[in-house]
T-cell receptor, first 113, second 116 residues
Framework: AQSVAQPEDQVNVAEGNPLTVKCTYS??????LFWYVQYPNRGLQFLLK??????LVKGSYGFEAEFNKSQTSFHLKKPSALVSDSALYFC???????????FGTGTRLQVFP | SAVISQKPSRDICQRGTSLTIQCQVD?????MFWYRQQPGQSLTLIAT?????????ESGFVIDKFPISRPNLTFSTLTVSNMSPEDSSIYLC?????????????FGQGTRLTVV
């Protein structure tokens, strides 16, 4: 069965520093991977996706994610964190048998001024 | 991308009552879904809302507890029936234009339900 794991419940980073939010996946076929962000009292917003092609995917708000097939990872990154990036981040994988999205448990990013 | 309006945004309800949540999309979409996000947890798919027919429920969710309607391609409702405090969650409507593996989903802003 397809799954994603987000090993960190919370990531703390100082404003201006680079940030990484980790995600690993397990799929039986080709991986279709997504990152979403949830700001307080808001729904999920799509950030970026990996389907095929370049391993470095660029998305909204300056975020990017690096697909690593050998490590089965899809970590979310940003070169310079902003306080406004503080939110809950979800990694998701598409189940290619059912087409359903399977979400990780989420990582709370806290950026300190 | 689709613009999704979900209401109410939050509510506090008495146990034993029911709440109906509405989801309106600004364009016709193929797929509509309802998710539950319990406090501190990830998203769990409740059901797929099918236009003109009964919703398709995931394991652990039943129609009597979570009746869903989808009268057309832009609107759906989820009712949380006979509520108990365990139903306190965020409920999210989601849409996908075309159901392929590489399309992203879009979400409403959620309904934060507290049952007292």
């Amino acid at each position: 069965a397809q799954s994603v794991a987000q090993p960190e419940d919370q990531v703390n980073v100082a404003e201006g520093n680079p940030l990484t939010v980790k995600c690993t996946y397990s799929v039986s076929g080709n991986p279709y991977l997504f990152w979403y962000v949830q700001y307080p009292n808001r729904g999920l917003q799509f950030l970026l996706k990996y389907i095929t092609g370049d391993n470095l995917v660029k998305g909204s708000y300056g975020f990017e994610a690096e697909f690593n097939k050998s490590q089965t990872s899809f970590h979310l990154k940003k070169p310079s964190a902003l306080v406004s990036d503080s939110a809950l981040y979800f990694c998701a994988v598409r189940d290619d048998n059912t087409d359903k999205l399977i979400f990780g448990t989420g990582t709370r990013l806290q950026v300190f001024p | 991308s689709a613009v999704i309006s979900q209401k109410p945004s939050r509510d506090i309800c008495q146990r034993g009552t029911s709440l109906t949540i509405q989801c309106q999309v600004d364009s016709q979409v193929t797929m509509m879904f309802w998710y539950r996000q319990q406090p501190g947890q990830s998203l769990t798919l409740i059901a797929t809302a099918n236009q003109g027919s009964e919703a398709t429920y995931e394991s652990g969710f039943v129609i009597d507890k979570f009746p869903i309607s989808r009268p057309n391609l832009t609107f759906s409702t989820l009712t949380v029936s006979n509520m108990s405090p365990e139903d306190s969650s965020i409920y999210l409507c989601s849409v996908e234009d075309v159901r392929t593996v590489n399309t992203e989903a879009f979400f409403g802003q959620g309904t934060r339900l507290t049952v007292v």
